[in-house]
């Protein structure tokens, strides 16, 4: 049965200001979606009657992409990535989806992660009102660190580039890699989810509120773009020190940009005497925070005092693959 594995993802820098055309850096995390297909006497979705209109990226992706007329098919999917929390969740399940329909209908036909990667995208965008950053279904079907930007990004191994037709007109994004040096092979990521979802929608148009009102939060911008530069130039020297402060720096701008809760906050900060940095990750409000670290159970263990759910990953896991 053809079975596939997408990862998701967890933001490092540039979360909002990505929304201004600066880059956001994102990397795969071990946790993602597996789905698997076959073909079945009626239409069966984890077990359960397949109801299309409930699943917008699967049935986009069955539509749409395949253009798909043949007999029923029995789906299963297992996520092992908290939903609505900024993990990458429905990008992962679309190139997973994506990946196995591929299997199943191709079998003999390798595997096209940029091709899977702006299908994805197209999955979203219609799932969400034709407005989606293509960063989750990137990072997802890429793996590694991903860099995301309006333009190409110094430093960075370009791979693709994608647009959209957005309500608000038409948008374009650079799609860029940075090789994780093997140096950083014993730093661990420890995710720590708040337990309440996080509004992307909302909190983008809270910081544009903000913005509107008081325009010298504009700077805040500019900020987080420098620190994502010297983010990446530490990531890609594999140190680890200099990630990590860049980490707690961004913190502090997304907070002058409101968009931390005190739940977050409280994570980050049980976080950080055993971390090398700690941030909220994604667009803030809930969802969750991410902490670098050589001791992840230890992380793991305050950020449960904390209040929070914490799961542990490596930096930039493998991409969709198949099973
Ligand atoms: O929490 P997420 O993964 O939906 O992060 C959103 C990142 C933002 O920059 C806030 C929005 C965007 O479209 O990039």
Redo the contacts with the bound molecule.
């Keep these: 049965m053809p079975s596939a594995f997408a990862p998701g993802?967890c933001?490092l820098f540039?979360?909002?200001a990505?929304?201004f055309g600066h880059p956001?850096v994102a990397v795969a995390i071990d946790q993602g979606v597996r789905v698997s297909v076959e073909a079945s006497d009626r239409w069966k979705l984890e077990g359960s009657s397949f109801e299309p209109s409930r699943h917008p990226h699967i049935s986009h992706i069955i539509r749409n992409i395949f253009q798909y007329s043949g007999p029923p098919l029995d789906i299963d999917v297992d996520s092992s990535l908290f939903s609505a929390a900024?993990m990458?969740s429905s990008a992962a399940l679309s190139n997973a989806f994506g990946a196995a329909m591929h299997a199943h209908l191709n079998p003999d036909e390798e595997l096209d992660a940029v091709k899977l990667a702006k299908m994805a995208h197209s999955a979203e965008a219609t799932a969400q009102k034709g407005r989606a950053?293509p960063?989750?279904t990137a990072t997802s079907a890429l793996g590694g660190c991903v860099v995301v930007s309006g333009s190409e990004v110094p430093g960075t191994r370009h791979v693709f580039d994608t647009s959209l037709k957005t309500p608000e007109g038409s948008r374009e994004w650079s799609i860029n890699v940075v090789d994780i040096p093997q140096g950083i092979g014993d730093a661990w990521l420890v995710i720590g989810y708040s337990g309440t979802g996080?509004p992307?929608g909302r909190?983008?148009a809270k910081v544009a509120k903000l913005i509107s009102e008081v325009p010298e939060r504009m700077e805040e911008m500019e900020a987080i773009a420098n620190i994502t530069r010297a983010g990446l130039a530490a990531l890609s020297a594999g140190n680890l020190e200099g990630l990590g402060m860049a980490m707690d720096a961004c913190h502090e701008s997304l907070r002058k940009l409101e968009v931390s809760s005190s739940k977050l906050d409280r994570m980050v900060n049980a976080a950080r005497p055993h971390s090398m940095g700690a941030k909220l990750?994604?667009?803030g409000g809930g969802?969750c925070m991410v902490a670098l670290t050589h001791d992840p159970t230890r992380v793991s263990e305050a950020i449960e005092v904390a209040g929070g759910r914490p799961l542990m990953s490596r930096l930039g896991a493998q991409g969709v693959r198949f099973l």
């Design positions: 993802k933001i540039g979360e909002h990505v929304v956001a900024g990458g950053s960063t989750d996080s992307t909190m983008v990750t994604g667009a969802g």
